[in-house]
């Protein structure tokens, strides 16, 4: 099993930064990816990003392309969202996820085995 724990949310105005922690416990050396998904309120959840835990390779989703960058320290276990340029849109509770399947895609919901508890991300105007 593999714990994954958010922090790094809070307030922010249109136009501003955050950056999202996601720190991994547990079974890490089953970490094959990991990513992050949000979900507003009234929708669905949404793929963020995510990141190939050896390789590196990222992908986005096409609404956070050149505002959110996706990274990952392996000998620290942790992961990080650095999100700029924040919009009202952006407000949702943001979900660390990770995965032990490397055959999987990116960006699909049931491609991850583990999920955080969820950090809430609110942009004011």
């Known amino acids: 099993q593999v714990q994954l724990v958010e922090s790094g949310g809070g307030l922010v105005q249109a136009g501003g930064s955050l950056r999202l922690s996601c720190a991994a416990s547990?079974?890490?050396?089953?970490?094959?990816?990991m990513g992050w998904f949000r979900q507003a309120p009234g929708k669905e959840r949404e793929f963020v990003a995510a990141?190939?835990?050896?390789?590196?390779?990222?992908r986005y989703a096409d609404s956070v392309k050149g505002r959110f960058t996706i990274s990952r320290d392996t000998a620290k276990n942790t992961g990080w969202l650095h999100m700029n340029s924040l919009a009202l849109e952006d407000t949702a509770t943001y979900y660390c996820?990770?995965?032990?399947?490397?055959?999987?895609?990116?960006?699909?919901?049931?491609?991850?085995?583990?999920w955080g508890q969820g950090t809430q991300v609110t942009v004011s105007s």
């Open positions: 547990g079974r890490t050396s089953s970490i094959v990816k």
């Open positions: 990141i190939m835990w050896g390789g590196g390779n990222t």
């Open positions: 996820v990770a995965s032990r399947s490397p055959w999987s895609a990116m960006a699909v919901v049931t491609a991850y085995d583990y």
